[in-house]
């Protein structure tokens, strides 16, 4: 590849990340933990974009440095596995809104479940080949894996502006009525259900 191509195809890389943040089941699968914890939205985009950066990364390795190929029935078990994963994760936000009408306190301590969503998310699909078809260009192992590093840091920056704009709207609904609030959290877990759903019968 021509040197004088770099800075561009590495700032592709960075563009195809931020682009990528923004799929619909991305934006469900944050959208839909942050519906039972508003005040913990901007975490939950941290981990759930560390752990498609990692599914990410390991993919890009085994690719690019070690020739390897991607099994179809194991991104054909990821993309199910995230349509699950979608609908369970409105099913708990349902949950945790019923025990909050009935009065009773529920502890979200492992929502940092998140990072495994997005582990899972990185495996599936699109991610991998909108990452690696650019990155297999490069004349050198190295300037690919920098590629899909740039990648994942665009993907980790447009996600966590998703979670700060979710968990502003959140705490504008509570402030402003909390029917407000129950029914936007009500939405986004409406939003990863029926995503989740669509995906399996897509």
């Known amino acids: 590849m021509d040197i004088g191509f770099l800075p561009s195809m590495l700032a592709m890389g960075f563009a195809a990340g931020v682009l990528h943040a923004f799929d619909a089941d991305h934006l469900a699968a944050v959208s839909g933990l942050s519906g039972s914890d508003g005040k913990r939205s901007v975490r939950f985009a941290l981990h759930w974009g560390l752990g498609h950066g990692v599914a990410v990364i390991i993919i890009a390795a085994a690719v ?3 020739g390897a190929a991607i099994p179809e029935r194991f991104s054909a078990f990821a ?21 909050q009408h009935k009065g009773n306190t529920v502890h979200d301590g492992k929502r940092s479940n998140a990072m495994l969503v997005g582990l899972v998310h990185g495996s599936a699909g699109s991610a991998p080949l909108l990452a690696l078809i650019p990155a297999a260009n490069f004349s050198s192992p190295a300037w690919g894996m920098l590629h899909i590093l740039l990648f994942n840091f665009g993907l980790l920056l447009a996600m966590l502006g998703v979670g700060a704009t979710l968990r502003r709207g959140l705490l504008i609904a509570a402030n402003r009525d909390g029917r407000l609030q129950i029914s936007l959290q009500g939405s986004l877990a409406s939003f990863a259900v029926g995503f989740g759903v669509f995906l ?3």
């Open 64 to 66: 690019i440095v070690f």
């Open 79 to 99: 993309e199910s596995a995230v349509a699950w994963m979608l609908i369970l994760i409105g099913v708990h936000t349902f949950y945790h809104l019923w025990q």
């Open 200 to 202: 399996l019968l897509g």
